[in-house]
C-alpha cells in the first residue's frame, strides 16, 4: 500500500486469473477492506494490528502479520495470523534471529524479511523459515525501469531452485 495507486493496481492485475494478487503493507482494517474489495487474495503487514487479522480471518484471507519479538510473534499467531513476517530480520541477526525464535515457537510459520537475498536464502529455511519475503532483491527497479521482466523471472528461477534444494535436503534419509 505504499506504492502509488496500490488500489488500481491491485485491480488491475487480479484480472489476471493466473497470478495471485496480495498487498502489503497493510496497516489496518479499513486498508484491508479496500484491499480486498480491490481483488487482493491475501494480505500482508509490517507489524501485528488485531483488526487487520480479525478481519482478514473473519473474509476468510490469509494474513501474514509482521512481528520481531517473540511477544509480538506469539500474539499475532494467537489471533489468527496464518504467518508471522519477521521484519526485520536481516537487521536483527538474519537467519540465527529465525532459529533462535524457532527453538521455543515450533508451531509458528515464520517467513522473514528485509535482508533475505539469493546468499543467504538457504541459510534461513535451514534455520526453519516457512517461506521467504523477497522484495527488493527480486523487484529491482532498474529491471522495471527498462521493462526487463525476464530479469525478474530468472530470480524468482533461482529463488525457487534454493528452497527445492533444501527441501530435497530435509527430506533426504540420513
Known sequence: MTVPRAKEAIMELSKNRELIVGAGTVLNAAAARQCIDAGAQFLVSPGFDPGTVKLANSEGYLMMA??????????????????????????????????????????IPMIPT?????????????AGASALGVGGEL????????????????LAKQYVAIV?????KKLAPV
Request: with cysteine.
Open 139 to 154: 523487484i529491482v527497479s532498474s529491471t522495471i525501469e527498462s521493462n526487463n521482466m525476464s530479469a525478474i523471472t530468472d
Open 66 to 107: 509482521g512481528a520481531l519479538t517473540p511477544t509480538e510473534v506469539i500474539a499475532a499467531w494467537n489471533e489468527g495470523s496464518d504467518f508471522i513476517k519477521i521484519f526485520p530480520c536481516g537487521a536483527l541477526g538474519g537467519a540465527s534471529y529465525i532459529r533462535a525464535l524457532k527453538a521455543p515457537l515450533p508451531q
Open 114 to 126: 528485509g535482508g533475505v537475498n539469493l546468499k543467504n536464502a538457504a541459510d534461513f529455511l535451514s
Open 164 to 168: 527445492k534444494d533444501v527441501q530435497s
